[in-house]
Structures are given as structure tokens and as C-alpha cells.
């Protein structure tokens, strides 16, 4: 196994979904895909995204606290408060490290003003204007990043592919104790690939 290769099996071990480290190896080898709890939620309409060149890191940051946001919560919120399809982001991220689907990936999502054509949104849930990131939730923002940037063959290191909503919009977002984290999740995607 070179360095590559474990360090997706050390991902992949961490985050629980295999037992058994051969069946692991085996698996690294061939495809692969964070664990990612389908919802299958309703979206009053579709739209595909041409193109993918960024990735989006989100807070939820409600300002009454630092809360744990479900994929549902949010798409019952943005659906039924702001009047969007459903759900703006592609995935949440649980306070336990949960990642569940929310927009579909293909789908244009509404998580950046004027870059939703080109994005993947990640809301990682909480308020971290007024907490840190807990390290479960940390590993997989980490995973989930890394395989979309194998999956649509982006360059991590490259400017402008994984950003915090703040470098597109005038927002906090993704608040003040997750952004500066984002070179180390850079980093991490490309010692991935
Ligand atoms: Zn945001």
C-alpha cells in the first residue's frame, strides 16, 4: 500500500464502515465513497449543475446557538420559510459526523449567491461563530471533501476550489473557528489523492 492508499484506509477504517482491515484494503483498490445517509427528500423542482469547479463549506449558523442541524430541519426551513425547492446544500454534516444527503449531487444547489452553477454546498451543522468544530464532525468534512474532489477531478491546492461561503458572499460563514481550518482541509484532499 503506498502512502495514498493508507491514507484512505486509514479514513475509511476510522470512520467505522469496515471491520475488517483486508476487506478495507480490497475495497481502497477499487472505488470507494464515504458513508452518506440517503434521505430521499422532496425538491419541488430540478435543475442539473453543468459544471462542478467548487467546493462550499457551510455553517449552518442559526444565531440563537450552536445547534445540531438535521438535512431534513433545514430542507423543511428552505422550503417552506424561503420558498426554495428544498434543501440549498448537498450534504450536512451531524454533530456526530453523520453526512447526510441533502440537495441532489448533480443539482443545482442555493447555497452561494451567483455560484450555485459550478458548486457542491457542504453544510457542516452548528455555529462556529460561537464553538469549535467537534473532531468527528472535523473527519468528516475531511472525507467528504476528498472524494468530491476525486469524484469531479478537482485540484485541492488550487485557488478558489474549496472555499468558505465568506470568500463568495458577505457572510460570517462558515464562522470564525472553521474557516482559518480550511488550508489543513485543503492539504488533506490532496495527500488524499
Ligand atoms: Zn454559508
Redesign the pocket.
Known sequence: MDRRDFLKFAALTASGIFFQPEKAAAYVLDTWEPPIRKLFLEFSEYEERPSTEVI??????FPDGDKDSSAEEIHKFHKETNGWAGIG?HFVIRKDGTIEQGRKLMAVGA??YQHNKNSV?I?VAGNFNFVKVPAVQWDSLKLLTAWLCQKFKLNPMKRGVIV???DL?D?T??GENLYPKLGELRRYCRDFE
Not at 462550499?56 to 449558523?61: L, S
Open positions: 462550499v463549506v457551510h455553517h449552518a449558523g446544500y447555497h452561494a454546498g453544510c468558505g461561503h465568506k458572499n457572510t460563514c462558515p
